[in-house]
């Protein structure tokens, strides 16, 4: 297997891009990573994204990008797994490089959430979940979390404050971070002021309905030393893992299994343990989600994601810093788009470029994409050489 | 790169299948591949779908097949390329071999697409034309191959007896296929008897709307060794290529220049020459496809996809046998399958298995899978070894 390197990131503002179309997004994204990338070298495109054919009417997405992007011929696959879609994009876009199909390869995600209905949106995101036993009964994805939420609070005690806390600092970190839809910061009475979406979660525990493209291009490391490039971040460890769909199927719905085995997948293919990780962009689709990816990575022992989130462990400055791009809860959450995000703000980290939000010696990093509520889950383990 | 073969093939009955969902069609597929196979060993899915969500509400839809199928915490992924998602689940499950992602990769095409009205069938479909540039005018795929056909018969003189003989030959395929969808022998009047769909197209120049699944497992050539199978099915070469999906913005609307592409970059991957290729099963959706599909692949010249139809060379005991399965117009078209059925039917035939249908002496095969009105297409090249 070929050794594989990042040499490109590119992301447009997340938002409601009223002026702008699904495939303007995505040519931005990868245009700007294009530049960042200094070649116009593109062998294969990955796209990532969830659902353009309910969001947007249009499938056959990957052959639409690579025309408006002026690479028509190029080989272009979508893939989709929910909300971890982003995440597969660059693993696909992995394999294209490892397996030497293309020397260089782009991953794009995109999704545009904002041309439909609010219940067209919900309507588009329920089908994450399972649509026969889930979706039909009515239930949507606030509602599958507050379940989660709730039996959380029952078995471990965390607190409605830890669940606010984790919006707190994830809207600190955004506040420092240009691409942000919410770039605000926020207290706890914000949270627990803001309209109650399904108990125990607010308004303000829910990621937001984004539009929004991001954009990594991948090559050997052989190739980006060639091209001078320095630092270089590579990918040293990928995990992917399934659940079943339906919460009511698993043995218990507050272990999120599929995160628990992407991530020993990828530390092993790395050759680490949580312990040697700086920093973690995670699925924070609701805070409840920070804190149950935060125990099923290992980062803290089932039941201490509240106190931990609480105590500063997950602040910018803290031991273990986590979504220090803002999280989905600040930065965004364009659902296609979200695991390649992901991924560029840990780039942007390792090389040393996040301004305001720039954790100090950041040299390995772990990105967290989960799909629906953990039906699916897509890590990597990006290191500086 | 490490040598990949094709150890397991499986399809269910392509039809109208009410009392199956689509979960279960994906699975039965699935099932039959690994009993062909002989072993129970996946560790990757790679489903193509064009728009389960459009169809059936579902998307999310590898974790959830992974699950049904008894697998579920195995990494799985979607891909989508419109009617050639197939082909590229195909691809992308190559590269899990390829790359060493995966030993084993177990790739499924499904679409159920009868669980919806008619006119939301038309109107799933039209996604994989620009929506913004031509279904939003009304134009659906009917429509769009009728202008090809139109213009085919305008400059190269193709009539509509060698339209009709497509059909014709197809369905005399599909009466020795046990998998079609629609298995009886018609006539040049049946065809121009039918109900006429877009001019110069009848309902019989085109292919049908079907549920279906198909699977085929691979693994390297050097663990097929190992497992004692006997013939070695390798995949030799892969070719995919994207043009811009909007006729209006092609040069020559005659031209497939996703095929022309897809299948020099195939050959070239095997060392070969479309001379050395003994049968193909080709993207049919209408019957001026393949003619068109024949002229780009280079099986004949420009123009001449009708003449050599009409002469014999296509059929079962011709020169250049196409779509001995009955193709998509007889064997039925459930779009995310249709790509993995047809390497289905390359297997079948390369193993000597294909009964009443078995072409002489078969060693070596091309499949060619293509997205809309040509927007993408993904070839695979097989061999025995």
Same mark, same amino acid.
């Given at each position: 297997?070929?050794?594989?390197?990042?040499?490109?990131?590119?992301?447009?503002?997340?938002?409601?891009?009223?002026?702008?179309?699904?495939?303007?997004?995505?040519?931005?994204?990868?245009?700007?990573?294009?530049?960042?990338?200094?070649?116009?070298?593109?062998?294969?495109?990955?796209?990532?994204?969830?659902?353009?054919?309910?969001?947007?009417? !249009?499938?056959?997405?990957?052959?639409?990008?690579?025309?408006?992007?002026?690479?028509?011929?190029?080989?272009?696959?979508?893939?989709?797994?929910?909300?971890?879609?982003?995440?597969?994009?660059?693993?696909?876009?992995?394999?294209?490089?490892?397996?030497?199909?293309?020397?260089?390869?782009?991953?794009?995600?995109?999704?545009?959430?904002?041309?439909?209905?609010?219940?067209?949106?919900?309507?588009?995101?329920?089908?994450?979940?399972?649509?026969?036993?889930?979706?039909?009964?009515?239930?949507?994805?606030?509602?599958?979390?507050?379940?989660?939420?709730?039996?959380?609070?029952?078995?471990?005690?965390?607190?409605?404050?830890?669940?606010?806390?984790? $919006?707190?600092?994830?809207?600190?970190?955004?506040?420092?971070?240009?691409?942000?839809?919410?770039?605000?910061?926020?207290?706890?009475?914000?949270? #627990?002021?803001? $309209?109650?979406?399904?108990?125990?979660?607010?308004?303000?525990?829910?990621?937001?309905? #984004?539009?929004? =493209?991001? $954009?990594?291009?991948?090559?050997?490391?052989?190739?980006?030393?060639?091209?001078?490039? !320095?630092?270089?971040?590579?990918?040293?460890?990928?995990?992917?893992?399934?659940?079943?769909?339906?919460?009511?199927?698993?043995?218990?719905?507050?272990?999120?299994?599929?995160?628990?085995?992407?991530?020993?997948?990828?530390?092993?293919?790395?050759?680490?343990?949580?312990?040697?990780?700086?920093?973690?962009?995670?699925?924070?689709?609701?805070?409840?989600?920070?804190?149950?990816?935060?125990?099923?990575?290992?980062?803290?022992?089932?039941? !201490?994601?509240?106190?931990?989130?609480?105590?500063?462990?997950?602040?910018?400055?803290?031991?273990?810093?986590?979504?220090?791009? =803002?999280?989905?809860?600040?930065?965004?959450?364009?659902?296609?788009?979200?695991?390649?995000? !992901?991924?560029?703000?840990?780039? #942007?980290?390792?090389?040393?470029? $996040?301004?305001?939000?720039?954790?100090?010696?950041?040299?390995?990093?772990?990105?967290?994409?989960? =799909?629906?509520? =953990?039906?699916?889950?897509?890590?990597?383990?990006?290191?500086?050489?």
């Amino acid at each position: 297997m070929r050794d594989v390197a990042i040499i490109g990131i590119g992301m447009t503002k997340f938002g409601e891009l009223w002026e702008k179309s699904l495939r303007d997004i995505a040519v931005e994204a990868a245009l700007k990573c294009m530049k960042d990338a200094g070649t116009k070298r593109i062998d294969s495109i990955t796209i990532g994204c969830m659902s353009s054919g309910l969001f947007n009417g !249009q499938e056959h997405l990957a052959s639409m990008i690579s025309d408006y992007l002026g690479n028509k011929h190029t080989p272009a696959t979508r893939v989709e797994s929910a909300c971890a879609s982003g995440g597969l994009a660059v693993r696909t876009a992995f394999m294209e490089v490892a397996s030497g199909m293309s020397e260089y390869a782009l991953a794009i995600g995109v999704e545009k959430m904002n041309d439909v209905s609010g219940d067209k949106a919900t309507e588009a995101l329920a089908t994450a979940a399972d649509g026969d036993y889930e979706a039909f009964h009515g239930i949507n994805f606030p509602g599958l979390y507050a379940l989660m939420a709730k039996a959380h609070m029952h078995k471990y005690g965390t607190t409605r404050d830890q669940l606010s806390q984790v $919006a707190v600092k994830n809207h600190h970190n955004g506040s420092l971070n240009p691409h942000a839809q919410f770039p605000m910061e926020i207290t706890k009475n914000t949270v #627990t002021g803001s $309209a109650r979406v399904a108990d125990p979660l607010y308004l303000f525990d829910c990621s937001p309905v #984004t539009d929004g =493209g991001a $954009a990594v291009l991948l090559t050997t490391v052989e190739e980006a030393r060639k091209l001078g490039k !320095q630092p270089i971040v590579v990918i040293s460890g990928i995990g992917v893992a399934t659940d079943t769909i339906q919460l009511c199927q698993r043995k218990d719905i507050l272990t999120l299994e599929a995160v628990k085995l992407a991530g020993e997948r990828a530390l092993k293919m790395a050759g680490k343990t949580i312990r040697d990780i700086d920093f973690a962009e995670v699925h924070d689709c609701f805070t409840i989600a920070e804190i149950m990816v935060m125990e099923a990575l290992g980062i803290v022992e089932p039941g !201490q994601g509240g106190p931990a989130t609480e105590s500063g462990l997950t602040a910018l400055d803290g031991k273990f810093p986590i979504n220090p791009s =803002g999280g989905l809860k600040s930065k965004g959450h364009p659902v296609g788009a979200t695991g390649v995000a !992901q991924i560029c703000e840990a780039v #942007t980290q390792l090389r040393g470029e $996040a301004g305001k939000r720039q954790i100090n010696n950041a040299k390995t990093a772990l990105t967290q994409n989960m =799909g629906g509520s =953990g039906g699916s889950c897509v890590i990597h383990i990006l290191e500086v050489k």
